[in-house]
């Protein structure tokens, strides 16, 4: 599964591992990506969306239509 949302877009980051003796190697923030199945009452089927745990927080304050709106607006197939 890629790491990166759906519907806010978000990726993972990149930085460094500091350890004790100051010495830097790279490393990978990723984000809290759950993927989660939800009812389209429109289409009359379920949709299931690869989302970040403040994308899933966006759907239940925007409604699942509007969302998958703006997932649509931004290119993806759902």
């Known amino acids: 599964m890629s790491a990166h949302c759906q519907l806010t877009g978000r990726k993972?980051?990149?930085?460094n591992a500091i350890s004790h003796s100051h010495r830097r190697t790279?490393?990978?923030f990723d984000p809290n990506i759950q993927t989660k199945?939800?009812?389209l009452p429109s289409e009359?089927?379920?949709?299931?969306?690869t989302l970040s745990a403040k994308g899933?927080?966006?759907v239940d304050k925007l409604g699942i239509e509007r969302a998958v709106a703006r997932v649509r607006a931004r290119g993806e197939k759902v």
């Open 37 to 39: 199945r939800y009812w």
């Open 26 to 28: 790279r490393r990978r």
């Open 12 to 15: 993972p980051g990149f930085g």
């Open 56 to 58: 899933i927080k966006t």
């Open 44 to 49: 009359g089927r379920f949709v299931r969306l």
